[in-house]
């Protein structure tokens, strides 16, 4: 059953499962809605897989993967560049898509599908780069190669803040690498993925190579599970929560499955006393605010140096207030609603929790636009939070800058690298000395220097410590989809 989504190619709104090249119900026949975060309506439903779709699902994927393993990878780039085009040709309609299950404003939405492009654009060209080694022997009579082989079976698991982007970053390398694919997206977020996966179909992948199964949060530990317990699935590629990721990998054990896992952030974003602050409100402001604060790179602690702090919170006090909240429906929008009601309630949980313990709201701080729905938050600014406010130690992932004054170098980079993450972190500073000690002192995996829009395609993507390992995008993005294997050759002398 479908709602009121209309599209220009109304091919792109897919609700069924799609398993060896066809398109099917789930086994036991159950569905699961998917609302629209900005008004609950229901946009449509989707199969709520189990065990049994999963079960299938890697069947095909086995059954399909000797074929597109062989295929030259000049053949593969091919239908990886068929995709590509499909996904520009359809970007309107995939970026009113995202926007409308996941609420992010329509120019997010759009410039998501173009950023999930990049990602299919550059494995398209990785595909036919894929070299190995031929190795100086140190014996008479022998050859000795080094060559990369796809994993296999690739299943691939992804949130809902990026519908497009997370699991392009996932799929393009996996064919581009000729590994065969499961997918199975977020819960609150299936239909972009189902329209991406119906493109890649349109573009020529061959039956079995792409697999997608939709499941409700409580049907996907099942439909998982059946995944790592399945030796044939030789790699997860997951995106999500760090709780998840551990217990992928704890699961994954039993049959030493390759694992790329992109997970939870703390970001600390520091602004130093010789910094730009004008350049360093805009870059919070475009580090923070994107996609409502819903990035697992965005700042979640921002500590400024205290000779300009009241300088940087007025400035960034203003620029916060300004900006408008409300549905993609609503062109000037620039923060949609939050995801769901669970989003909201940690969001508001953290903003008392730091009042509480003595923190004040400089701007927002509560609810807005609740005669549309109750997922809207003020974009919100809080001074003088206390290292044991809640949100400092965990990941708001909503509109809410907490700025904590410092005095010293030495003491912020103990306080912004006192957290089991380590995926992205932010500073401001124009000494060339400084910025080489702090970008070597920050434990993460990615560092934005008077930079706050850090993601690129070309860029190696991911954390260290509790957010993960593996690298998304970049050259080194196609490694985690391969091994190498050592070819020996004797009897030559
Ligand atoms: N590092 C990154 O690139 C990155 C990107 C986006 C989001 N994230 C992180 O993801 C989190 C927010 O996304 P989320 O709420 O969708 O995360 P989540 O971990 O709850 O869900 C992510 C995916 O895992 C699935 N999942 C949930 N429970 C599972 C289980 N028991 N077994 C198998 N799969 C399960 C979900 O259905 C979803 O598809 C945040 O922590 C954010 O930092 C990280
Ligand atoms: O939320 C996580 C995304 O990976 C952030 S980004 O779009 O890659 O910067």
Known sequence: MQHDLTLHNSELLRTRNFIAGTWRAAAGGATLPVTDPANQRLIAEVPDSSADDAQQAADAAYAAFPAWRATPAKARAQVIKRWLALILA??????????REQGKPLAEGRAEVLYAASYVEWFAEEAVRICGDVIAPPVVGRQMFAIKEPVGVVAVITPWNFPAAMIARKIAPALAAGCSVL???AEDTPLTALALVHLAEQAGLPAGVLNIICASRA??????????????VRKISFTGSTPVGKHLARESAATL??????????????????ADLDAAVQGLMAAKFRNGGQTCVCPNRVYVQAGVFEAFADKLAAQVGALRVGPATEADA????????RAVHKILRHIDDAVAQGAK??????????????????????????????LCAEETFGPVVPLFRFEQEDEVLRDANDTPFGLAAYFYSQDVRRIARVA????????????????AEAAPFGGVKESGYGREGSRHGLE???????????GLA
């Not at 359809?90 to 926007?99: A, E, T, V, Y």
């Not at 049907?219 to 044939?232: E, H, M, N």
């Not at 499955?257 to 010789?274: C, Q, R």
């Not at 620039?334 to 009601?341: A, D, F, H, K, V």
């Open 90 to 99: 359809n970007q309107d309609d995939l970026g009113r898509l995202i926007s």
């Open 183 to 185: 997918a199975k997206p």
């Open 219 to 232: 049907q996907t530990p099942a439909v998982v599970d059946a995944w790592l317990a399945d030796g044939r």
């Open 257 to 274: 499955k390759k694992l790329s896992l992109e997970l939870g952030g703390n970001a600390p974003f520091i602004v130093f006393d010789d």
């Open 334 to 341: 620039q923060i949609g609603p939050m995801i769901n009601e």
């Open 361 to 390: 709201v400089l701007v927002g701080g509560h609810r807005v636009r609740e005669e549309l729905g109750p997922n809207y938050i003020a974009p919100t600014v809080l001074a003088g939070a206390t290292k044991a406010a809640a």
């Open 440 to 455: 070597s002192a920050l434990e993460c995996g990615i560092v934005g220097i008077n930079e706050g829009a850090v993601a």
């Open 480 to 490: 985690d989809y391969m091994h190498i294997k050592y070819l020996c050759q004797g």
